[in-house]
């Protein structure tokens, strides 16, 4: 990763970002000094303008490196981090030379952030650009200034729906919403660039054509203190209902944007833009969402074995399978059933170093896909393959090992299982539901089976421990009304100690239950809870010593399977 820096005869300097290999540029601390070192002369002795843009009309920036950020560990470094960048992005907007964001494909984070603190910004009018601020993705806010000047530059509604999602925006959008100013035909970015610098240093306006009118309404809710202090409530309402409360990121995003809405001095607002981060990366939430995100990414490396050398090798390397057959694929894997046993349901064979594709059902996100094998013999290439395929599909890889093992429909029935046993012990099949959704589960355990329908469960009720166990003899028997048992809290920690208990039963059956994809089913195989970080976030929230108590309990009045080994 570098930042390049090119002199024009004509008095204009371009920063332009490269990638390394297929990676895109990232803001490495090289590159940050480069750019510190850049600004210095600028400053020094003023150029006729400065462009920054990528490689080649390539991606743009993606960001800061997450190892760099895992190597974060207290809340003076992380707020020391942030103050360092913020200001050297505030010495960018004070340059007295006009300064161009000239971005192309991708431009996330970090790079977000340094377009907004240029004079000027243009895009590449391609459907391969692509703004965001993902950074609510891996429990934190923007740290560079982000929440402070994209609500100045596109105002405050644009701004929440930005970084509350972290969803991209293409060029047409950012160029409705004013995030910005021009649009360059594919091939011409650089030359458009250029004529925009022209029009800052003769006085003329960036943008070319006015931004769209606001409605009244719309008028009312950004233009007036009143209507921006309601956008902002609401969207803390709805925040703490997907949240309840135990995810702080949304809620500190939705303070710091109201200090730009409401015109608080910009320094004030960095400030306290540092301070969040500091809290927020020093906190628990961000730390296991960052350690989910370099799991995940690992699962898309290569991991096949050379069958000649048995070296670790990418043996689908270079693959690049034709669209029709990808799209073909996806087609096939959404509506194709599952087989609980691939020979006996479907004829597939089962012989050894079969490779096998199989969908999994309403997980989030719905196209996931178990990649599975029989017999000890690993089919040369096949994994590989396959993660090639489904990645080209637009679809998640799980990794199995085993074609007679199902861990998404195991996971699945086990929390079945568990509404099943807390409706025989006298709760409402709605208020399980309820609450465990308020909880953050994406389907309650009731609500999940009327999606899956009679096909899938009668395929669950051929798993082993698919039953609601029985009361044993002597155990303690449930009243009949299980709201004077135990509280709702008491509900969630039962569900999340038993599905838990399923995961690390599961996690037995691999070597690297990461390293094979059980990651991914952790995560995303119930549909929530993300923000905690699936099970295992779970699982450490609530705390070892409550889930051993419940399980204990459980095992008590059922025994298997709430036994721990």
Not at 161 to 172: H, K, Q
Not at 316 to 333: W, Y
Not at 406 to 415: H, I, M, T, V
Not at 421 to 442: N, P, Y
């Amino acid at each position: 990763m570098s930042l390049e820096t090119i002199r024009n005869p004509d008095g204009l300097i371009e920063a332009v970002f490269h990638g390394e290999g297929r990676r895109p540029p990232l803001l490495t601390a090289g590159v940050l000094a480069a750019i510190e070192e850049l600004v210095a002369a600028a400053e020094s002795k003023p150029p006729a303008g400065l462009i920054f843009r990528a490689d080649g009309e390539g991606d743009f920036q993606a960001g800061v490196n997450l190892e760099a950020m895992a190597e974060v560990r207290t809340a003076e470094e992380a707020r020391a981090a942030s103050r360092t960048v913020q200001l050297l992005y505030e010495r960018i907007a004070c340059l007295s030379c006009p300064v161009v964001a000239a971005v192309s494909g991708r431009c996330l984070g970090g790079g977000t952030e340094l377009i907004l603190a240029c004079h000027a910004r243009l895009a590449t009018d391609d459907t391969s650009t692509a703004i965001a601020l993902p950074e609510i993705n891996l429990g934190l806010i923007p740290g560079y200034g982000g929440t402070q000047r994209l609500p100045r530059i596109v105002g405050q509604q644009a701004a929440l729906n930005m970084i509350l999602t972290g969803n991209p925006v293409g060029a047409r959008k950012a160029l409705e919403t004013g995030l910005v100013d021009r649009l360059a035909p594919p091939g011409q970015l650089r030359e458009t660039a250029t004529e925009l610098v022209h029009d800052l240093q003769a006085g003329r306006a960036a943008r070319l054509e006015p931004r769209p009118r606001l409605t009244p309404t719309d008028w009312m809710l950004e233009r007036t203190r009143r209507g921006r202090r309601l956008v902002r409530e609401r969207y803390a309402r709805v925040t703490r209902r997907r949240t309840g409360g135990h995810y702080p990121a949304p809620e500190m995003a939705i303070e710091a944007i109201g200090l730009a809405a409401e015109k608080t001095p910009l320094e004030r607002g960095l400030e306290r833009e540092a301070e969040m981060i500091a809290e927020l990366m020093a906190g628990e939430v961000h730390p296991h969402l960052l350690g989910l995100l370099r799991a995940r990414q690992a699962l898309r490396r290569p991991r096949g074995t050379d069958p000649e050398s048995g070296e670790p090798s990418d043996l689908a390397a270079g693959f690049d399978p034709p669209a029709e057959l990808t799209a073909s694929l996806r087609r096939i894997m959404e509506t194709a059933p599952w087989p609980a046993e691939a020979d006996r349901r479907t004829g597939l064979p089962a012989r050894p170093g079969c490779g096998v594709l199989r969908r999994l059902p309403r997980a989030l996100p719905p196209t996931t896909v178990e990649i599975a094998w029989a017999g000890d013999g690993e089919p040369a290439g096949f994994p590989d393959t396959a993660r090639h395929l489904i990645a080209a599909a637009g679809m998640t890889p799980l990794f199995t090992r085993s074609i007679d093992t199902s861990p998404g429909l195991a996971l699945l029935a086990a929390y079945l299982r568990e509404g099943d046993r807390l409706w025989s012990e006298g709760w409402e099949k709605d208020r399980v539901d309820e609450i465990l959704q308020a909880w953050g589960m994406k389907y309650g355990p009731f609500a999940l089976a009327e999606a899956l329908g009679e096909p899938w469960l009668a395929q669950l009720d051929d798993l082993p421990q698919r039953p609601v166990p029985e009361p044993l003899e002597g155990g303690t028997a449930p009243t009949g009304n299980r709201a004077t048992d135990k509280n709702e809290a008491g509900l969630i920690e039962e569900v999340i100690a038993a599905l838990w208990l399923e995961m690390e039963r599961l996690h037995g059956q691999v070597a690297e239950p990461v390293a094979e994809g059980w990651l991914v089913l952790d995560v995303f195989v119930l549909g929530g809870p993300a923000f905690r970080g699936g099970l295992a976030g779970a699982a450490r929230l609530l705390g070892r010593a409550s889930l051993t108590a419940r399980l204990d309990e459980l095992a008590r009045r059922y025994g298997a399977p709430y036994c721990r080994n």
